[in-house]
T-cell receptor, first 113, second 121 residues
Framework: GDSVTQMEGPVTLSEEACLTI???????????LFWYVQYPGEGLQLLLKATKADDKGSNKGFEATYRKETTSFHLEKGSVQVSDSAVYFCALSAGLGNTPLVFGKGTRLSVIA | GAVVSQHPSRVICKSGTSVKIECRSL??????MFWYRQFPKQSLMLMATSNEGSKATYEQGVEKDKFLINHASLTLSTLTVTSAHPEDSSFYIC?????????????????FGPGTRLTVL
């Protein structure tokens, strides 16, 4: 079945450091890919998405490019802030209607001042 | 994006009681709603998928008599944890997916509620 694998955390970075969280997927067909962020004690918020190969999703300084050839959707940010501390989930959606999102296990990011 | 609300945000109850959690799509019609459970520092585990007007489809290992799901309208789904026990304590998150009848901006997007933290004493 479809699956998402993302790097395990926790990841601890100093403020203004570069961030990369790796995400690879396995799916039949052409899934849409997502990154969600969960701040402490809150639900999930969509951070960015890409719906087809070579699309780049971007938001709040984060970006990720849909790479079909490597089945990857790595999350990157050039300069992280303390406020970026959260858990990041990579996910895919392989169909319409009843098809739920398939999530990776999440990567906890801690940014220290 | 569209807004999904959950109520209550936190609930503490005694063992043996039942707890109802509501999930509402506030500005779009959700043909499909999903219920997830999240244990501390872990990923989301899909519990069930519900479609308006029909019975929910439960994931393997999820007791349908324990976790009752009702999707009575295009904007409301409820999860009732019956005879709750301490092991049911968890963070429950719903999500709603826009359908064809809704705004094209929300079609097939999945929006998450803020979650409900259930603590069973």
């Amino acid at each position: 079945g479809d699956s998402v694998t993302q790097m395990e955390g926790p990841v601890t970075l100093s403020e203004e450091a570069c961030l990369t969280i790796n995400c690879t997927y396995t799916a039949t067909g052409y899934p849409s890919l997502f990154w969600y962020v969960q701040y402490p004690g809150e639900g999930l918020q969509l951070l960015l998405k890409a719906t087809k190969a070579d699309d780049k999703g971007s938001n709040k300084g984060f970006e990720a490019t849909y790479r079909k050839e490597t089945t990857s959707f790595h999350l990157e940010k050039g300069s992280v802030q303390v406020s970026d501390s959260a858990v990041y989930f990579c996910a895919l959606s392989a169909g319409l209607g009843n098809t739920p999102l398939v999530f990776g296990k999440g990567t906890r990011l801690s940014v220290i001042a | 994006g569209a807004v999904v609300s959950q109520h209550p945000s936190r609930v503490i109850c005694k063992s043996g009681t039942s707890v109802k959690i509501e999930c509402r799509s506030l500005d779009f019609q959700a043909t499909t709603m999903f219920w997830y459970r999240q244990f501390p520092k872990q990923s989301l585990m899909l519990m069930a998928t519900s479609n308006e007007g029909s019975k929910a489809t439960y994931e393997q290992g999820v007791e349908k008599d324990k976790f009752l799901i009702n999707h009575a309208s295009l904007t409301l789904s409820t999860l009732t944890v019956t005879s709750a026990h301490p092991e049911d304590s968890s963070f429950y998150i719903c999500s709603a997916r826009g359908g064809l009848s809704g705004s094209s901006a929300h079609y097939n997007e999945q929006f998450f509620g803020p979650g409900t933290r259930l603590t069973v004493l």
